[in-house]
C-alpha cells in the first residue's frame, strides 16, 4: 500500500495555474510533482525532467505500447502522458500532485478511486477573455479556439471533488494547501 495521496488539479489555461502551484509546492514540503511525458516543444525557461519529459512522437507511441502511461491524452495537437512507474515511486515517497487536463484526470479517477480532483476555476469567463484579449498576441480564432476549450473544462468541473476560484493567487493556493492538508 502506498504511503501518499493523489491529488489531480486541473485548470483553464490562463487561470494562473502554475504560479498558484509553484507556492502549493513550495508551502508543502513532502509533496511531489509528478512529470509528465509530452510531444510538444519546450517553452522558454521548462527544463528537462522538472518541467516535462520532452520527447518525440515516436518515443510517446512506444510508451503507449509498453503500457507505461496510467493516463494520457492529445491536447492541442500534442500528447501529454503521467509515467506510471515514476508516479508508484513517488507515492512511496507521500503524497504526490498531478498537473493534468480533466480528460487525464477521469482516467486517473478510473484507476485510482481515492484520487482527489481539484479544479481551478477563473473568477469567471468575461474576465479570462478579457486578459486573453489584453494579451494582443493571440488572433481571433485562436482566441474562440481557447474559450470554448475553456467552457468545456469548466463544465466537466462538475464532476470534481474541489472547485477553487483563482481571484487571488495566494488565496487560492491557501485554499488547496488546506484541502490536501485535511
Ligand atoms: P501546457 O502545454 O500548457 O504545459 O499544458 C497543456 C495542458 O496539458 C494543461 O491543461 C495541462 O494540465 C495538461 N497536461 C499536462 N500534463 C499532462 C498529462 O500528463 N496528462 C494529461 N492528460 N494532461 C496533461
Redesign the pocket.
Known amino acids: 500500500m502506498a504511503k501518499g495521496r493523489l491529488f489531480v488539479i ?2 483553464a ?1 490562463g487561470v494562473g ?1 502554475s504560479t498558484v502551484l509553484a507556492r502549493v509546492m513550495q508551502a508543502h514540503k513532502n509533496i511531489r510533482f ?1 512529470v ?3 510531444t ?1 516543444q519546450p ?1 522558454e525557461g521548462e527544463q528537462e525532467g522538472i ?2 519529459y520532452f520527447v518525440t512522437k515516436e518515443q510517446f507511441s512506444q510508451m503507449i505500447v509498453r503500457d507505461e502511461f496510467l ?3 492529445n ?2 495537437e ?1 500528447y ?3 509515467p506510471k512507474k515514476q508516479l508508484e515511486e513517488k507515492l512511496e515517497q507521500g503524497d504526490v500532485l ?4 480533466p ?3 477521469f ?1 486517473v479517477r478510473e484507476k485510482r478511486p481515492d484520487a482527489v480532483l481539484i479544479f481551478i476555476a477563473p473568477p469567471s469567463l468575461e474576465e479570462l477573455e478579457r486578459r486573453l484579449r489584453s494579451r494582443g498576441d493571440t488572433d481571433e480564432a485562436q482566441i474562440r479556439v481557447r474559450l470554448d476549450r475553456v467552457k468545456w ?1 469548466v463544465e466537466q468541473s462538475k464532476q470534481y471533488n474541489y472547485v477553487v476560484i483563482n481571484d487571488q493567487v495566494e488565496a487560492c493556493a491557501d485554499k488547496i494547501l488546506e484541502i490536501i492538508l485535511k
Open positions: 486541473s485548470g489555461s495555474k509528478s509528465s511525458a509530452t510538444r517553452r518541467s516535462y493516463e494520457y491524452d491536447h492541442m500534442n501529454y502522458g503521467t498531478l498537473d493534468i487536463d480528460n487525464g484526470a482516467q473544462e
